[in-house]
């Protein structure tokens, strides 16, 4: 009887955490995210001099840009944002609108109500749809249904 009743208890804990760890059926990838991740794949795949992928918003002046790079058979990237309308340093800027930066970026370029550039380990790249996103929508302040245009370009 008790092994019987420690088996129901385990496998109701474990029925339990399996739901919890489990995405919500209800919960979706904005569309913008998906773009996004789909544009970086073709530049992974682009095979022009020196790539650059351009996200702008349709109509707008928000601007951010990501380069990949190949050196001595190691990848890099670095993320432009080329529209970059804060005073304050990206790590104070950024936080105080709900993104952070990760720690393993560095910030490579930094102008004041200009420019903010980071590089961006190989490794990272997967972090880049989401922030990308977060910078339209948190930093930028776009509502959900803001629109994207995508180019890729060879510098």
Request: charged letters at 20%; one cysteine or more.
């Amino acid at each position: 009887m008790k092994t019987s009743l420690v088996i129901v208890v385990v496998v109701a804990l474990a029925l339990n955490i399996a739901a919890e760890e489990k995405p919500k059926m209800n919960e979706t990838v904005p569309s913008q995210v998906i773009e996004i991740q789909k544009q970086i794949e073709l530049l992974k795949a682009h095979k022009g001099k020196m790539p650059f992928l351009t996200i702008q918003e349709v109509g707008g002046d928000a601007i951010v840009q990501v380069s990949r790079a190949v050196a001595q058979g190691k990848a890099s990237w670095s993320l432009n944002i080329a529209y970059y309308p804060s005073k304050e340093r990206p790590a104070k800027a950024l936080a105080a609108v709900g993104i952070s930066l990760p720690a393993t970026w560095q910030e490579e370029q930094f102008e004041a109500g200009t420019v903010a550039q980071f590089g961006v380990p190989d490794t990272d790249s997967s972090k880049l749809p989401h922030f990308i996103h977060d910078l339209f929508g948190k930093f930028f302040k776009r509502p959900a249904t803001y629109k994207i245009e995508c180019s890729i370009e060879d510098a």
